[in-house]
Every structure is written in structure tokens, then in C-alpha cells.
């Protein structure tokens, strides 16, 4: 069995580039995200029983990136429900560092 680990790399590193060339896919997936946020789409998902409040596309490739960059430390600046940090602290195994922002009506 041979290791196609670099032909599967480039395969995918082609099609990335495809998919940020393809109008329809990235105006698509803009109003997606758009439409989303508005009818709150996010609100829909959990981690370990807590709500997340993340896209599931964003938390892939949030422990994706954690995974390449392996910092000592991830700093939250803002906890709504708690299930990010459940993340951050059991599956990627960092120990987050914890900024919790006042709420946005205090600024107001």
C-alpha cells in the first residue's frame, strides 16, 4: 500500500484554490453565512451538551488551525454559553486563556 498523503495534499490544496475562484460557490456561500447569522443558524448546535453558537464549519477549522499552530494558550474574548471552552479544553486539549467582555449593552 503506498502513502498518498502528498498526492491527496495537493489534490486538495487544487481544489481549495477552484472553489475561492468560483463566483457562484463564494457569493453562495457569503449569503449563507449572511442568512445564517440572521435567523441564527449557529444557535442551533452543541458541544458536550452546551450550546456553541459557532457555525460547524468555523469549529472544524478553529481545531484545525489549533492543531497546526499549537499555541500554549487560546484567549476567549467572550463566553456566551460556555461551549467553546468546552472545546477548547477536552478535544484540542489546550488550556484556554479566559477574557470575558463585559455585555454589549453596557456599551451602549
Partial sequence: MS???????EERRNA????VANETL???AA???TEGAVSRYP???DWLGLPILQFPQD??????????????AVVETGVARGGSLAL??????CVPLIFL???RDLFL
Fill in 31 to 33: 449569503a449563507f453565512v
Fill in 88 to 93: 477548547f479544553r477536552g478535544k484540542i486539549g
Fill in 59 to 72: 469549529i472544524v477549522a478553529v481545531q484545525d488551525l489549533i492543531w497546526r499552530i499549537r499555541p500554549r
Fill in 3 to 9: 502513502d498518498d498523503f502528498a498526492e491527496f495534499a
Fill in 43 to 45: 444557535h442551533g448546535f
Fill in 26 to 28: 463564494t457569493s453562495s
Fill in 101 to 103: 467582555l463585559p455585555p
Fill in 16 to 19: 481549495l484554490r477552484d472553489m
